[in-house]
């Protein structure tokens, strides 16, 4: 079966998460992708979790449908392997230091040069100006300047904990996709090329949407009170989770008498409420009896009493979910028609029948370290239904294959790999 991008011939020249996310739904909606690896192969191979010398659980996860070649970029032997590529390619997707591309001539000037109809996705983590533009940029970085650190992490040792998964990776590379898959568009209608740009950090802040916003029609004095607390915590010492109690005292007031869109506790487990309008809020306190004194007349927030009425309600929920389990409450809220869903620990994602029905966990094979579960196709469509065709990619697999395609002849393919221009290294 044909998919979306069939036809569509990509290279991908990153490592990594974000790029090679980007590479995966591109494959699975058809288009050929062809991954550029260091001799020594992609760094995540090596790290996140190796199960076998060379193949790590991250690397298999994040490259499936692709095929791998490895290749020297750094060296100026490489120059006709990358020129035949921009040729053959619709897309070129690369992720480096913004100064390591003038360095090593891998800039869409470059690449235009040999194919002028080119796509060029250029993945710059930190963005490329500002007094960070040249450096490299990871999601634990981009969590701690966008301020998404405050709104998700969990404190050990009074020290926020980095996030996992790393979402800003993930969603910069459905971004990037979109970017391609818009200028490909565009490149039909008027057969032009063009460069474009993402980053973690322009993710981050798109992901914190409302908690990292700012209105003048109500933000400014919050802000100077915010400013004058904060810098009294953190001359008297005091930790991450103080601190972020004190952004939360200013920004989200009466966030922590939240009843109606979190996650409870229950006998025997836990389970996750969301009701986000005053009819799903009615629904709630109908299925639960919970009075809540905020739709009283009178009520005034911010007063000691209205806190301490507010404490109490939160208690009176959290005590009522805790005298069942799981599965009587999943019955009563759903019967009373309450969004709301099982807290699965990450195991039980495997077997929970609403996640394998719809194929969002599905079982595949890998000729290396054999079967392994994992995140099905993210997009699903009817005519073009997106597929995965090849198993992640061995090192140096396909470097042979690619270059015979690209028209190199035996002789000059044992030339690069004699060179150690192309082909692997050891690690």
């Not at 990037?176 to 322009?202: M, N």
């Not at 035996?410 to 690690?427: D, T």
């Amino acid at each position: 079966m044909t998919g979306a991008l069939d036809g569509v011939k990509v290279v991908e020249l990153a490592q990594a998460l974000a790029v090679p996310f980007a590479g995966i739904l591109l494959a699975e909606m058809g288009a050929e992708v062809v991954k550029i690896e260091p001799p020594a192969g992609d760094g995540i191979r090596w790290t996140m979790e190796p199960i076998v010398p060379g193949e790590s659980k991250g690397y298999t996860l994040i490259n499936r449908g692709k095929r791998s070649i490895c290749l020297d970029i750094t060296r100026e032997e490489a120059r006709p392997v990358l020129e035949r590529l921009a040729k053959w390619a619709d897309v070129v997707m690369v992720s480096m230091k913004p100064s390591d591309l003038p360095r090593y001539a891998l800039t869409y000037e470059h690449f235009r040069e040999w194919n002028p109809r080119l796509v060029f996705l250029e993945h710059a983590p930190l963005g490329k100006k500002g007094p960070f533009g040249s450096e490299p940029g990871y999601d634990v970085i981009v969590q701690g300047m966008s301020a998404t650190a405050v709104l998700t992490a969990r404190e050990r040792g009074g020290v926020p904990v980095n996030i996992r998964p790393a979402f800003n990776d993930m969603g910069t590379g459905a971004f990037s996709a979109l970017g391609v898959v818009a200028a490909l568009r565009h490149r039909d209608a008027t057969g032009e090329g063009q460069r474009i740009e993402t980053s973690l950090l322009g993710t981050a802040m798109a992901l914190g949407n409302q908690l990292l916003s700012w209105f003048g029609a109500t933000d400014p004095p919050v802000e100077e009170a915010y400013r004058a607390d904060i810098a009294e915590a953190r001359q008297a010492g005091a930790g991450f989770e103080t601190q972020r109690q004190v952004w939360e005292h200013h920004y989200l007031r009466g966030g922590f008498a939240n009843i109606y869109f979190r996650h409870y506790r229950t006998a025997d487990g836990f389970i996750s409420v969301g009701c986000l309008s005053p009819m799903l809020n009615a629904r709630f306190r109908a299925v639960t009896g919970i009075h809540d004194p905020r739709s009283d007349e009178g009520f005034q927030l911010g007063t000691p009493a209205a806190m301490e009425r507010l404490q109490q309600l939160v208690d009176e929920c959290e005590a009522l979910f805790a005298s069942k389990t799981t599965a009587e409450w999943l019955a009563t809220l759903r019967a009373g028609k309450v969004p709301c869903g099982p807290l699965n620990f990450p195991p039980d994602v495997f077997t929970d029948p609403q996640l394998v029905e719809n194929e969002f966990v599905i079982e595949l094979e890998h000729p290396l370290i054999g079967p392994y579960r994992t995140f099905g196709p993210v997009i699903k469509m009817d005519a073009t239904p997106p597929q995965i065709r090849r198993h992640p990619p061995l090192l140096d697999e396909h470097t042979d294959e690619v270059l015979q395609e690209l028209g190199f002849e035996a002789a000059e393919i044992a030339s690069l790999r004699g060179a150690g221009v192309a082909g692997r290294h050891p690690h």
